[in-house]
């Protein structure tokens, strides 16, 4: 079965770091464009960043970029997603995602996602 496991969530003071990870099994990683994508308390979800099933290509969304990068490692299944200068407004869950086609998860569609973990900004 396909399984998309996210870790790397945690509790971090405003401005620090953090780097999520998503473990892919069950799939042929490559062959996988990967988002990630997170939802606040009483808020919708939100699109942060898609990767190529390569990783030459990703896309952020404005809220995040130069903070937040996507990136991947083929070799070990994984897409990562490194948080830096972290603020109040990116306290959410962090859902990772797979689809074969990048413009999918783009349009927040995907065929498979993750379970979620919670990233939580204090002060």
């Known amino acids: 079965q396909v399984q998309l496991v996210e870790s790397g969530g945690g509790l971090v003071q405003a401005g620090g770091s953090l780097r999520l990870s998503c473990a892919a099994s069950?799939?042929?990683?490559?062959?996988?464009?990967m988002g990630w994508f997170r939802q606040a308390p009483g808020k919708e979800r939100e699109f942060v960043a898609v990767?190529?099933?390569?990783?030459?290509?990703?896309y952020h969304a404005d809220s995040v970029k130069g903070r937040l990068t996507i990136s991947r490692d083929n070799a070990k299944n994984t897409v990562f997603l490194q948080m830096d200068s972290l603020k109040h407004e990116d306290t959410a869950v962090y859902y990772c995602?797979?689809?074969?086609?990048?413009?999918?998860?783009?349009?927040?569609?995907?065929?498979?996602w993750g379970q979620g973990t919670q990233v939580t900004i204090s002060s």
């Open positions: 995602a797979a689809d074969r086609d990048f413009g999918s998860i783009r349009a927040y569609r995907a065929e498979y």
């Open positions: 069950g799939l042929t990683f490559s062959s996988y464009a």
């Open positions: 990767i190529s099933r390569s990783g030459s290509t990703t």
